[in-house]
């Protein structure tokens, strides 16, 4: 019989199953697809010799994250680069605001207005940011705070709305940059932990950048399959698991899945039925003759790229998506351009190119256009650029990925409550009503991105358990 059986191989299934295996215990991984990755693959979906990331493309977490910062992924292959600025945030009058590594940069971006009230804000916790983001990913029944009084600070800034955070800044650049900031995780401005999503993202930029993988987001989970391999685990691929029955004998299963898919593999009837599933996403892979034309220079040299043109048109985009059930007008994107620091994943002189916005879960419209318009906004002639697309809505997005339902590529709405209590109330996020199952997918604390924290808690509260037992 084996200690650990992990179900799905995205990046927390493969942590979890890492974190197992490193402890002496026997450990099997199952994946439906035909290679590992969930959400941090990489594929040549337009044209040959372009290597787009089908979902997350850059890293901040992932660079910060506690749980990959511990382990040899250098080793087997994962080099992070970095951009000359890992985001801009550009404005119609051809300007930007910048998150640069430099506080101070990122504040004169701001412009004098809002400088001083920048710096305020992050200052005091970046030179504790190690501590403070192990306690912000971790819990209270997994770990408990390092730096309580640090993390107390935090959340006394961050809990409220962002529009509450925002108040202190007077002009609109910092506004707006803060507003894209919270839009990454798709929650209305207003919302409650919304301060503290723009908060983690600022820090995670200005501590270690905001990344890409060279070579695409694949090496991450290679990096991780290749270790857990190293350590004795077992991988298998091409493996659908749709009851308990098929999977082997074990003390533990470990499920990187929806919460629903969970229980209708486990049996567990509607123990999740409370479970919210948040706005989608509608993506574009672009195969590009040469650079995004962007208007604002600090655009061409960042990474990752922000687009509305204000505070209030990121607002009115993320309401309509996660509230009113309508696609927006002016959707507020997330754009990466890899080629900027990784110039092999395009042919000479080419370039991959990545955008999504936001729109209602299980939308069946068409966002091309309306997201190609706003790309002209900022960056006139991106059109005459483009050699191929690979546009993925809701539908698709779910069929690449069962953990995104309904094009929900944050596996559970990231707004409300649901933001700091997934998937449901409980001292136990990771645990279920079946003693031998556990939950580790972003539906779980911390919630979405690639950082492997949701699969490191939930290995530890196994593990704690199967010691327990001996």
Same mark, same amino acid.
């Given at each position: 019989?084996?200690?650990?059986?992990?179900?799905?191989?995205?990046?927390?299934?493969?942590?979890?199953?890492?974190?197992?295996?490193?402890?002496?215990?026997?450990?099997?991984?199952?994946?439906?697809?035909?290679?590992?990755?969930?959400?941090?693959?990489?594929?040549?979906?337009?044209?040959?010799?372009?290597?787009?990331?089908?979902?997350?493309?850059?890293?901040?977490?992932?660079?910060?994250?506690?749980?990959?910062?511990?382990?040899?992924?250098?080793?087997?292959?994962?080099?992070?680069?970095?951009?000359?600025?890992?985001?801009?945030?550009?404005?119609?009058?051809?300007?930007?605001?910048?998150?640069?590594?430099?506080?101070?940069?990122?504040?004169?971006?701001?412009?004098?207005?809002?400088?001083?009230?920048?710096?305020?804000?992050?200052?005091?916790?970046?030179?504790?940011?190690?501590?403070?983001?192990?306690?912000?990913?971790?819990?209270?029944?997994?770990?408990?705070?390092?730096?309580?009084?640090?993390?107390?600070?935090?959340?006394?800034?961050?809990?409220?709305?962002?529009?509450?955070?925002?108040?202190?800044?007077?002009?609109?650049?910092?506004?707006?940059?803060?507003?894209?900031?919270?839009?990454?995780?798709?929650?209305?401005?207003?919302?409650?932990?919304?301060?503290?999503?723009?908060?983690?993202?600022?820090?995670?930029?200005?501590?270690?950048?905001?990344?890409?993988?060279?070579?695409?987001?694949?090496?991450?989970?290679?990096?991780?399959?290749?270790?857990?391999?190293?350590?004795?685990?077992?991988?298998?691929?091409?493996?659908?698991?749709?009851?308990?029955?098929?999977?082997?004998?074990?003390?533990?299963?470990?499920?990187?899945?929806?919460?629903?898919?969970?229980?209708?593999?486990?049996?567990?009837?509607?123990?999740?039925?409370?479970?919210?599933?948040?706005?989608?996403?509608?993506?574009?892979?672009?195969?590009?003759?040469?650079?995004?034309?962007?208007?604002?220079?600090? !655009?061409?040299? &960042?990474?990752?790229?922000?687009?509305? %043109?204000?505070?209030?048109?990121?607002?009115? #985009?993320?309401? /309509? @998506? =996660?509230?009113?059930?309508?696609?927006?007008?002016?959707?507020?994107?997330?754009?990466?351009?890899?080629?900027?620091?990784?110039?092999?994943?395009?042919?000479?002189?080419?370039?991959?190119?990545?955008?999504?916005?936001?729109?209602?879960?299980?939308?069946?419209?068409?966002?091309?256009?309306?997201?190609?318009?706003?790309?002209?906004?900022?960056?006139?002639?991106?059109?005459?650029?483009?050699?191929?697309?690979?546009? !993925?809505?809701? &539908?698709?997005?779910?069929?690449?990925? %069962?953990?995104?339902?309904?094009?929900?590529? #944050?596996?559970? /709405? @990231? =707004?409300?409550?649901?933001?700091?209590?997934?998937?449901?109330?409980?001292?136990?996020?990771?645990?279920?009503?079946?003693?031998?199952?556990?939950?580790?997918?972003?539906?779980?604390?911390?919630?979405?991105?690639?950082?492997?924290?949701?699969?490191?808690?939930?290995?530890?509260?196994?593990?704690?358990?199967?010691?327990?037992?001996?």
């Amino acid at each position: 019989m084996l200690d650990a059986v992990v179900v799905g191989a995205g990046p927390n299934g493969l942590t979890a199953a890492v974190e197992l295996a490193r402890r002496g215990f026997s450990v099997a991984l199952f994946e439906a697809k035909g290679t590992v990755g969930g959400g941090s693959r990489t594929e040549e979906l337009t044209l040959p010799g372009f290597r787009h990331d089908p979902c997350a493309a850059a890293h901040p977490l992932g660079i910060n994250s506690p749980a990959f910062r511990a382990l040899p992924l250098e080793r087997y292959g994962l080099e992070w680069l970095h951009a000359e600025l890992p985001m801009a945030h550009p404005f119609l009058d051809g300007s930007a605001a910048v998150l640069s590594r430099s506080v101070a940069e990122t504040a004169a971006s701001f412009g004098p207005r809002d400088a001083g009230a920048y710096r305020r804000l992050v200052e005091p916790f970046l030179p504790k940011w190690d501590t403070l983001v192990r306690d912000f990913m971790s819990l209270p029944r997994t770990a408990l705070p390092r730096d309580p009084v640090t993390l107390a600070r935090f959340g006394l800034a961050g809990l409220p709305p962002s529009t509450w955070l925002t108040r202190r800044f007077r002009d609109e650049p910092a506004r707006t940059l803060f507003a894209g900031l919270v839009g990454h995780v798709m929650a209305p401005l207003n919302g409650l932990g919304t301060g503290a999503v723009g908060l983690v993202f600022a820090l995670a930029a200005h501590a270690r950048g905001w990344p890409v993988a060279r070579g695409g987001s694949q090496a991450v989970s290679d990096a991780l399959a290749a270790y857990l391999k190293d350590l004795g685990g077992a991988l298998h691929t091409d493996y659908e698991v749709k009851r308990l029955d098929d999977l082997p004998p074990a003390r533990a299963y470990v499920f990187d899945t929806s919460p629903t898919a969970l229980a209708r593999i486990a049996g567990l009837g509607n123990y999740y039925e409370g479970f919210r599933y948040g706005a989608a996403a509608f993506k574009i892979d672009y195969a590009l003759d040469g650079p995004v034309p962007w208007t604002a220079p600090e !655009a061409r040299a &960042a990474g990752t790229v922000q687009i509305g %043109a204000d505070s209030a048109e990121i607002g009115a #985009a993320l309401r /309509a @998506a =996660s509230r009113d059930g309508r696609a927006p007008e002016r959707p507020f994107l997330i754009t990466v351009q890899p080629g900027v620091v990784d110039p092999g994943r395009a042919p000479a002189g080419q370039q991959v190119f990545w955008a999504y916005g936001h729109v209602p879960n299980g939308w069946t419209g068409d966002l091309t256009d309306v997201i190609e318009r706003q790309l002209e906004r900022f960056a006139p002639g991106f059109r005459d650029r483009v050699l191929a697309r690979a546009i !993925a809505g809701p &539908a698709e997005l779910a069929v690449r990925n %069962a953990n995104y339902v309904g094009g929900d590529i #944050a596996t559970g /709405a @990231a =707004s409300g409550l649901q933001l700091l209590l997934r998937p449901r109330l409980s001292l136990s996020p990771y645990s279920t009503p079946h003693p031998a199952v556990y939950l580790c997918s972003s539906a779980t604390p911390p919630g979405p991105g690639v950082h492997g924290m949701s699969g490191h808690n939930a290995a530890k509260a196994v593990w704690r358990n199967l010691r327990g037992r001996d």
